[in-house]
Nanobody
Framework: QVQLVESGGGLVQAGASLRLSCAAS????????MGWFRQAPGKDREFVAD????????DYADSVKGRFTISRDNAKNTLYLQMNSLKSEDTAVYYC???????????????WGQGTQVTVSS
């Protein structure tokens, strides 16, 4: 079992930056690929970014490419999402998730955090 807890969300103005963290407990994070997903009101949950077990491979949704950076510190059992140049359309609840395989499909993830709200005002 892996327990995931996100933090770092908040209310910011367009153009600002935020860094989300996802702290893991229960099992070592290095056993898993990790991903960030988000869900805006009235919309389906969507893929944001993922990273393989050692950080050697990352992938991003086109909507965040060049603005967001996913990273991990396995020694601290923590996943990060650095979000720059935030836009109003980035407003959503952001979730971290752990998977044995990673990828863009949320059904491939086995463990999920409770989510953290990010609100970007224009």
């Amino acid at each position: 079992q892996v327990q995931l807890v996100e933090s770092g969300g908040g209310l910011v103005q367009a153009g600002a930056s935020l860094r989300l963290s996802c702290a893991a407990s229960g099992r070592t994070l290095s056993s898993y690929a990790m991903g960030w997903f988000r869900q805006a009101p009235g919309k389906d949950r969507e893929f944001v970014a993922d990273i393989n077990w050692n950080g050697g491979r990352t992938d991003y949704a086109d909507s965040v490419k060049g603005r967001f950076t996913i990273s991990r510190d396995n020694a601290k059992n923590t996943l990060y999402l650095q979000m720059n140049s935030l836009k109003s359309e980035d407003t959503a609840v952001y979730y971290c998730a752990a998977s044995l395989v990673g990828g863009t499909y949320d059904g491939g993830y086995d463990y999920w955090g409770q989510g953290t709200q990010v609100t970007v005002s224009s």
